[in-house]
């Protein structure tokens, strides 16, 4: 158990539809990282946040979005949802955005769009 | 695109026997991870090794890092069942801002008993 906990774990919605991931990162943890890993595209990187403050981005959609709550908490939005946003969607924390080591991953939430 | 590439991507081998798998990068990095993942599962570190580091171990687990060629490689011994997963190398490049690591496409490595 990484102590990085996601929800829900299956998601199962329309094309057109707008959803919320929801993540708690470790305790301890600032940092929290959101992947993206579907079969075609491998697990790519969204977004991270550290202490609530958006630190880096990478291939995330503008129908996405992302916050971190005070709590630390963070949740991914995904709206206008199509066919290819069918992925398994990861959360991963870190103690601080300046870290080297390790990512500690939860679960992941896998969403399928019909 | 992924920054790491690792080969081969599928590593079928008899429990016992070695794996090694390879991964590749384009630009300069601060460290390289290897990650394991079980089928549906979330990711889980197995080990870094930083730029100026060119081996590391870890109970049966052997990282190599050659900065010249932008290359790692990551040596299961004694192999079980149980290592039956995918593995991923992920960079953190130097001119990255934050924190993110780069996954690679991964390799399925299956270990038959």
């Known amino acids: 158990d990484s102590g990085v906990t996601q929800t829900p774990k299956h998601l199962i919605t329309a094309t057109g539809q707008r959803v919320t991931l929801r993540c708690s990162p470790r305790s301890g943890d600032l940092s929290v990282y959101w992947y993206q890993q579907s079969l075609d595209q491998g697990l790519q990187f969204l977004i991270q946040?550290?202490?609530?403050?958006?630190?880096a981005k990478g291939n995330i959609l503008e129908r996405f979005s992302a916050q971190q709550f005070p709590d630390l908490h963070s949740e991914l939005n995904l709206s206008s949802l199509e066919l290819g946003d069918s992925a398994l969607y990861f959360c991963?924390?870190?103690?601080?955005?300046?870290?080297?080591?390790?990512?500690?991953f939860g679960e992941g939430s896998r969403l399928t769009v019909l | 695109s992924q920054q790491g590439e690792e080969d081969p991507q599928a590593l079928s081998i008899q429990e016992g026997e070695n794996a090694t798998m390879n991964c590749s990068y384009k630009?300069?990095?601060?460290?390289l991870q290897w990650y394991r993942q079980n089928s549906g599962r979330g990711l889980v570190h197995l080990i870094l090794i930083r730029s100026n580091e060119r081996e590391k171990h870890s109970g049966r687990l052997r990282v190599t890092l050659d900065t010249s060629k932008k290359s790692s490689s990551l040596l299961i011994t004694a192999s079980r069942a149980a290592d039956t997963a995918s593995y991923f190398c992920a960079t953190r490049h130097q001119e990255t801002s934050g924190s993110r690591l780069t996954f690679g496409e991964g390799t399925q490595l299956t270990v038959n008993p």
């Open positions: 630009t300069s990095i601060n460290n």
């Open positions: 946040y550290y202490n609530g403050e958006e630190r």
């Open positions: 991963a924390s870190s103690v601080w955005t300046g870290n080297t080591g390790e990512l500690f």
